[in-house]
């Protein structure tokens, strides 16, 4: 079955605690994004990649990190995650100029 | 500057009452109008990519349309299952994806 998935799908930690979103796709897709979402702010990109070892900042890059060593594979990094960073986050993937397909979306608090 | 801007931002409607969704865009070089669907707490779910001013896709009581400066999603006699929030987006020449803020829709039975 053709899909994104993304893990872990809920997390709950603390502030500067080092963490690791991972994102996977079996589509052989070259684009590769990860957005935010938070009420009444809707959809902001916060990193995407081209392909492979190309990756550029989004909208609020800000405090994330991102690598993509692999095709299907874009993990999110957090190296000291703070309150604001509180949100639902969604990886997406896709042929170049094509439709995104999303993951089913990572609920992250930080405390 | 590249744009998405969807109106209205909530629309309450009646089950069976058709209405319209808008989405007006300020893309330059348009690579294709996208619209998805996205339940509460669940990724966006793509429903269809218009390329060409003219241009129209259905699905079930979906209709999308494409004019050069903006794109509708029409709903026939909607059902409550058909609640959800409706986002549109558009590429940019930097091969961005510009999402809209979204219309949350309510059908109500």
């Known amino acids: 079955e053709a899909q994104v998935t993304q893990n872990p799908r809920y997390l709950i930690t603390v502030t500067g605690k080092k963490l690791t979103v991972t994102c996977s796709q079996n589509m052989n897709h070259e684009y590769m994004s990860w957005y935010r979402q938070d009420p009444g702010l809707g959809l902001r990109q916060i990193y995407y990649?081209?392909?492979?070892?190309?990756?550029d900042k989004g909208d609020v890059p800000e405090g994330y990190k991102v690598s993509r060593k692999e095709k299907r594979n874009f993990p999110l990094i957090l190296e000291s995650p703070s309150p604001n960073q509180t949100s639902l986050y969604f990886c997406?993937?896709?042929?170049?100029?094509?439709?995104?397909?999303f993951g089913p979306g990572t609920r992250l608090t930080v405390t | 500057e590249d744009q998405v801007t969807q109106s209205p931002e909530a629309l309450r409607l009646q089950e069976g009452e058709s209405s319209s969704l808008n989405c007006s865009y300020t893309v330059s070089g348009l690579r294709g109008l996208f619209w998805y669907r996205q339940d509460p707490g669940k990724g966006p779910e793509f429903l269809f990519t218009?390329?060409?001013a003219g241009e129209e896709k259905e699905k079930e009581r979906l209709k999308a349309t494409l004019t050069k400066k903006e794109s509708f999603l029409h709903i026939t006699a909607p059902k409550p299952e058909d609640s959800a929030t409706y986002l549109c987006a558009s590429y940019n020449q930097g091969g961005k994806l510009i999402f809209g803020q979204g219309t949350e829709l309510s059908v109500k039975p």
């Open positions: 997406a993937s896709s042929h170049r100029g094509s439709e995104q397909y």
């Open positions: 990649s081209m392909n492979v070892e190309v990756t």
């Open positions: 218009l390329y060409s």
